[in-house]
C-alpha cells in the first residue's frame, strides 16, 4: 500500500503494531507494508537503535522513501534475518534505477559512487537507515532510502536523486517484491514432509 498522507516519518509509526491501522480486514497473516515518501527526521523520542541514541546519532533526510513492515510471529533473530533479506532485496532493485554498485554491509545500503554531501567528496555512501525490533509477536521494520539527503543527513549519506516517476515505481517494485518474496517462503513453509 502506497501512502500519501505520511507528512514526516518521525520513528513512532515503528514503536507499535501499525498494519491494522492502515489495512483493517485486509491484514495478512504473510505480513503488511506500508511505503510513502516523507522526510525523515527521528529524534531521541522516535528512536529504536540503542547504539544511535548513545552516539546521538539521530536519523535525518531530506526526502527519502520510507517502507514500514509487520509480520506476526517472529522472533528478534527472526527480524533481523528478515531485515537483512527484504534490504539485500530492495538493493537490487534499486541498483537498476540509479545505475551503480550498491553493497549491503549488515542492514546498510552503500552505493559505491564518488558523490559530494555538504561539501565533502565522498568514494561511496550509505543511501539507506534500517530498523527492526519486536512488539506483541510481530516484527516491525523500517527501511527509508536516500532521495535527497539534505544539510542535516551527516557526510556519508548518500542521495540516489530519483525522479518523482522513479519514486512512484521504485515504491511499487518494492511493495511487489515483498508480497511476492513473502508469499513465496510462506509456500516453502507447507511443502515438507512430515514422518
Known sequence: MIVENIKMYDGNLLHNRFAYSFYRSRVLPIGNIVAFRAPMKVEIDGMIDQEDVLKNEFIYSQDAVNFLWEIPNLNAFGAIAYQRLFNTSVANILQSYINKPIEVDG??????????????????????????????????????????????????????????????????????????????????????ISK
Open 107 to 192: 542492514d546498510d545500503l552503500i552505493v559505491h559512487a564518488e558523490h559530494n554531501q555538504r561539501g565533502i567528496i565522498q568514494p561511496h555512501g550509505k543511501c539507506s537507515v534500517s530498523i527492526t525490533h519486536v512488539k506483541d509477536d510481530a516484527a516491525l521494520g523500517h527501511t527509508g532510502i536516500n532521495v535527497l539527503a539534505g544539510e542535516e543527513a551527516p557526510s556519508f549519506a548518500y542521495s540516489t536523486k530519483l525522479t518523482d516517476e522513479q519514486v512512484n515505481s521504485f515504491m511499487k517494485d518494492v511493495t511487489e517484491m515483498f508480497y511476492t518474496m513473502n508469499d513465496d517462503i510462506f509456500v516453502a513453509t507447507t511443502k515438507i
